[in-house]
């Protein structure tokens, strides 16, 4: 560790000692979490609306405030967007973070508080580096410069400018504290265009001849951006760009199908890749170990916890009579839809991710998925984390293929009671040959998720999957039609309707498609 960095690295000791305390006193801290979190509450509408005080029990809590969706806050966030006060934290909330979700077709726009932005989204941001200073001792990393990328929208007005709204990175980046600010690339403007083609220039402008150290941001656009890099500098490798470059902190969609293709852009062996949880409405996990798949459930940020077996969520949409479990009920091995109280202003609210346990003293997670963002439609229950690891497993097998975008989605052919799994995949680099890639793809899926294995059996349920392959770019462009270019936006990987995949297909095939904006 160089001087820089051995020096700021002294102030983390302290905080590494507390997350040390994850493993034996976790319920403990949720708990502090708790009360720290009704004691807000109960000075705001929301808490003399449900009765609740600095003295509401867990159980009492639970019994009198529902499990709720956006749609069940929608109504109190749009009296915060107009500069009402206590609403549903103390005093007014003038920022907002952006997101038009994968599963509604209208934006949502999450309370982010001061109190909020600092205690869990900048904690969630220093803690993931003393993490990896931890880890990897040898580490620069204050003696050269972080490249983020983010920002997809410049923060706008809202309510006759009483309130903003922007992506969360974009408002991470119009409160960055000094430190951070030094440290970053490209710069605070350049980060906020709107535009995201003029950006992206900008951004290769400013960071081509720069001493980059680390990354942060989303797989799929920061591999853009790095290509982008490349064809400015006329390199081979972005290691001969930045031979200092030694992390990617990312998150946002899962890095499995990007792994290989960072491999190759980047053929360092210091180069270490360092996933994280975090979201509009919190930072949630951090990968503490590098020999572990599961990340560290951070237990301190004003969030507290709960968790509903995945196979107990009800497919309308109505969580009243759902049983949600505490952090100590939870089980290995199993799915849940989880449920967060926070700081920031949501109440039992589900956020629409689903996780599983890989270890419970200290608590990790892997994200498996979306809780609409699934395919069930013979009850084979596939998710997106099946997907992922299929995907890499056929790869892995044609020793080709790299894939860079994909969406599946069920077909069904109900005059034989049966059906299928189509995919639509853009590749990064094509399989040798794509009947046996796509062979190879179902092979893996089947060992992977016995259900759909179950399904599979001598094509009873269901045939074999078969794999569309989309031209260089086809996802960008519906991202674009979209008005989604940049951030966290993404399609979804699987859904049990065909909207997606059939908006894509359209799209590759020219046709008019007129519901690309429905």
Known sequence: MDLKTSLVYQVAKLRLRRIEQYATRAEELQAEQLRH?????????????????????????????????????????????RGERDVLVPGSCQWFAKSSGTTSDRSKYIPVPYLHLQDCHYRGGSDALWIYLRNYPDSRFFSTKGLVLGGSHSPMPLSGGKAFSGDLSAILVEHMPLLGDMLRVPSRETLLMSEWTAKMQAIVQEVATARVGSLSGVPSWMLVLLKEVLQATGRESITEVWPDLEVFFHGGISFTPYRSTYAELIPSERMRYEETYNASEGFFAIQDDPAEAGMLLMLDYGIFYEFIPL??????????????????????????????????????YIIGDTVRFTSLHPYRIVITGRTK??????????????????????????????????????????????????WLIEFEEPPRDLATFTSDLDTALRALNSDYDAKRYEDMTLLPLSVEVAPQGLFHRWLEAEGKLGGQHKVPRLANSRHYLDALLRLRDGAPDPLLHA
């Open 37 to 81: 979190i009704l004691a807000r509450a109960a000075r705001t509408d929301f808490g003399r609306r449900y009765g609740l005080t600095r003295k509401t029990t867990y159980s009492s809590y639970c019994t009198d405030v529902p499990i709720v969706d956006y749609e069940g806050l929608k109504d109190d966030i749009e009296r915060m967007t």
């Open 311 to 348: 196979d107990e969520l009800p497919a309308s949409g109505d969580y009243s009579s759902c049983r949600a479990l505490r952090l100590e009920e939870v089980e290995l091995g199993r799915d849940y839809a989880m449920v967060i109280s926070t700081l920031g202003g949501l109440y039992r």
């Open 373 to 422: 963002h699934f395919i069930n439609a013979f009850g084979e229950e596939v998710m997106v984390a099946n997907t992922d690891a299929a995907l890499s497993e056929a790869c892995r097998h044609d020793g080709r293929a790299r894939v860079s975008e994909y969406t599946a989605a069920p077909r069904f052919f109900l005059d034989e009671g049966k059906g299928r799994h189509e």
